[in-house]
């Protein structure tokens, strides 16, 4: 359920239904969210998919850090082409920003993914709170209860990454850290280009 797979179109839904992208028609949001759900969890969960059938990885959590390069390049790719993707719906410059932001995260993941292990579910959730965070700064809104679920959530997902026994401490509050500071960095810097 929180799959970082899965935290683009929880964020894309989440944009379009508490900021004024509310006012679009309900058939617009659905085809952005099945868009946005397509290009960034079908398509990346397929390769992983067709590298467990062909062997080139051990199990679907990916707990080989050797066998996470190429889903992060795909991961890396995908929210690419989605950012693409929104910038020709011409959708607003902070939430392609947020997905470029998401970009930069996993680039520097997959970077210290060679030489140590990085929670990539508290990079998902970490950018999710990042992104909310960062919409709430430039709309000037505080939507308490809903960080405080995200931020209850998060402690679920970095938890149960503990108590599973798939990350240290240190690499569950790395990875909320990086997608944190990536992602809510990326919208406030939007929110500036906009006033130059």
Known sequence: MFHPLLMVTYGTTLALSFTYLAMFPMEMKLWLVCGVFLMTACIPAAFIFLMLKTGEASDADLTNRRER?????IFICAL???AYFL???????????QLIGASIALFVALLINFVWKISAHAIGIGGLIGGIMGVAQMQMSNPYVGLIIAFLIAGCVGTSRLILKRHTPMQVYTGFGLGFICIFVSSLLSYIYLFI
């Open 69 to 73: 390069i190429l889903p992060y390049l």
């Open 87 to 97: 910038y020709k719906m011409m959708m607003p410059h902070w939430l392609i920003a």
């Open 80 to 82: 690419l082409s989605t």
